[in-house]
């Protein structure tokens, strides 16, 4: 199983339906992958932070050592480059590599 780790901004202003949108990221997935919001003591490979808006303001410097590699979803955007919401799940999976 390869474990991708999960963080949440607190919700305050989304656009988006977060959990909707991991739920499809979940789908798209082959089935190798796991999804996971606990934190074990080995870092992620991967980590996607969910934001709601385009502010990211759960973007902080504290997340860094908690995942190899992050994926930063901030309302419309993947890794601040704006993406159309239909199109979101597939551009957080596409990043995510084998």
């Known amino acids: ?3 991708i780790g999960i963080k949440y901004c ?3 202003n989304p656009v988006i339906d977060r959990a909707r949108l ?3 990221v979940k ?3 082959p089935p190798e ?3 996971a919001d606990d934190k074990t003591s080995e870092p992620w490979s ?3 932070l969910v934001c709601g808006c ?3 303001c759960a973007d902080q410097a ?3 050592n908690l995942a190899d590699d992050w994926i930063i979803v901030a309302g419309h955007s993947v890794d601040y480059s704006p993406v159309p919401e239909k199109e979101l799940a597939e551009a957080v999976r596409s990043k995510i590599k084998p």
């Open 1 to 3: 199983m390869k474990q």
């Open 10 to 12: 607190g919700g305050c």
């Open 22 to 24: 991991m739920q499809e």
């Open 27 to 29: 789908n798209l997935l």
């Open 33 to 35: 992958f796991t999804l």
């Open 46 to 48: 991967v980590g996607v």
């Open 54 to 56: 385009l502010t990211a």
């Open 62 to 64: 504290e997340l860094v």
